[in-house]
């Protein structure tokens, strides 16, 4: 019983291989961007749009309003990233009703990427935010005692995303696996239900922490001007 | 030879038993407040709910690290595999 996509060889030459992971995974990419490219082929700003240009449309408008909620100001600087994490976890759960096909981000590979990525673009942000001593003094925050503390924060929680999000799709696939050998009928479909929620949810929890922790660092820690009193 | 898999066996079993009770348990403390606030102010539901399921979230991730390392210890065992390594070397020769 193979742990994840990686094992499953598509194509081997020499020690290059082209493993089910990179196979899915250049996919999803493929549909992403193919999709949004026909789509977006013929924008139209009156009220006669094509249903996929809604559909869109909702996707990026809810996104917007979930980055703003959690507090950064400007979303549309964010939501590139933000809304490609998403989409990316999200459509990779949500193509496992497709037979045949194992989510990539069921391999530690692909989540360790995705949490790198999010590792590198805290601090990016956050200095384009705050410009580098600004935000390097930001670790030294509340105290200079913290340094270590908050660095350490910083490796551990990217370590966590990229783990709770390959615990939870490793474990539903092998779930559902490991339950076609003892109730084939319909108990494995439920299990399969379930993996879809959590893999829905997962996507949301992945990139909505990216945005806590993008706020985190571009949050400015200026005091804020005394209001005015009414008279 | 046996009692690496003995022990293996065992531990994956406790690692998911022990692992399991403390987010469990967390997760029904977190669940119970979201609700007792959502009947205080129901107006806010959005905020809370979404703050209900990153909280979960977190929290269940306790119990799948716990669940990686019992099922890196049933398929993925290392001194397992370097084990069978060993005696199907022994055998071929």
Same mark, same amino acid.
């Given at each position: 019983m193979r742990l994840s996509a990686d094992q499953l060889i598509f194509w081997q030459h020499g020690f290059i291989k082209l493993n089910g992971t990179i196979v899915f995974t250049w996919g999803l990419m493929l549909v992403l961007a193919v999709g949004s490219k026909l789509i977006t082929r013929k924008l139209s700003t009156?009220?006669?749009?094509s249903r996929w240009q809604n559909l869109l449309e909702i996707v990026v408008t809810g996104i917007e309003k979930q980055i703003e909620d959690v507090g950064?100001?400007?979303p549309e600087k964010y939501i590139g990233f933000l809304g490609t994490l998403f989409l990316f976890v999200a459509l990779a759960a949500l193509?496992?009703?497709?037979?045949?096909y194992e989510p990539p981000t069921g391999s530690l590979s692909t989540t360790a990427a995705l949490a790198l990525c999010v590792f590198v673009a805290v601090p990016l942000f956050g200095i384009e935010e705050q410009g580098l001593w600004g935000y390097l003094v930001?670790?030294?925050? @509340?105290?200079?005692?913290?340094l270590p503390f908050n660095i350490i924060s910083e490796l551990s929680r990217t370590l966590a995303l990229a783990i709770r999000l390959f615990g939870n799709m490793m474990s539903g696939a092998m779930i559902v696996a490991i339950l076609l050998t003892i109730? @084939?009928?319909?108990f494995p479909i439920f299990m399969t239900l379930l993996g879809l929620l959590t893999g829905m949810v997962q996507a949301y929890i992945f990139s909505i922490l990216a945005a806590v922790y993008i706020a985190a660092a571009t949050r400015s820690h200026k005091p804020k001007p005394a209001l005015a009193t009414k008279t | 030879m046996t009692i690496i898999a003995v022990v293996s066996i065992v531990t994956a079993g406790l690692t998911i038993a022990l692992g399991s009770i403390g987010p469990a348990l967390g997760e029904g403390r977190a669940v119970s407040t979201a609700l007792s606030s959502l009947a205080q102010q129901p107006d806010a539901s959005a905020t809370i709910t979404r703050t209900l399921f990153v909280g979960l979230a977190m929290i269940e991730s306790i119990a799948i690290y716990c669940f990686v390392v019992s099922m890196i210890l049933i398929f993925a065992n290392p001194f397992w595999n370097h084990v069978i390594a060993g005696a199907a070397k022994v055998a071929g020769k």
């Amino acid at each position: 019983m193979r742990l994840s996509a990686d094992q499953l060889i598509f194509w081997q030459h020499g020690f290059i291989k082209l493993n089910g992971t990179i196979v899915f995974t250049w996919g999803l990419m493929l549909v992403l961007a193919v999709g949004s490219k026909l789509i977006t082929r013929k924008l139209s700003t009156d009220l006669k749009r094509s249903r996929w240009q809604n559909l869109l449309e909702i996707v990026v408008t809810g996104i917007e309003k979930q980055i703003e909620d959690v507090g950064l100001k400007h979303p549309e600087k964010y939501i590139g990233f933000l809304g490609t994490l998403f989409l990316f976890v999200a459509l990779a759960a949500l193509c496992t009703v497709i037979p045949g096909y194992e989510p990539p981000t069921g391999s530690l590979s692909t989540t360790a990427a995705l949490a790198l990525c999010v590792f590198v673009a805290v601090p990016l942000f956050g200095i384009e935010e705050q410009g580098l001593w600004g935000y390097l003094v930001s670790y030294t925050k @509340p105290t200079i005692i913290m340094l270590p503390f908050n660095i350490i924060s910083e490796l551990s929680r990217t370590l966590a995303l990229a783990i709770r999000l390959f615990g939870n799709m490793m474990s539903g696939a092998m779930i559902v696996a490991i339950l076609l050998t003892i109730t @084939p009928f319909i108990f494995p479909i439920f299990m399969t239900l379930l993996g879809l929620l959590t893999g829905m949810v997962q996507a949301y929890i992945f990139s909505i922490l990216a945005a806590v922790y993008i706020a985190a660092a571009t949050r400015s820690h200026k005091p804020k001007p005394a209001l005015a009193t009414k008279t | 030879m046996t009692i690496i898999a003995v022990v293996s066996i065992v531990t994956a079993g406790l690692t998911i038993a022990l692992g399991s009770i403390g987010p469990a348990l967390g997760e029904g403390r977190a669940v119970s407040t979201a609700l007792s606030s959502l009947a205080q102010q129901p107006d806010a539901s959005a905020t809370i709910t979404r703050t209900l399921f990153v909280g979960l979230a977190m929290i269940e991730s306790i119990a799948i690290y716990c669940f990686v390392v019992s099922m890196i210890l049933i398929f993925a065992n290392p001194f397992w595999n370097h084990v069978i390594a060993g005696a199907a070397k022994v055998a071929g020769k």
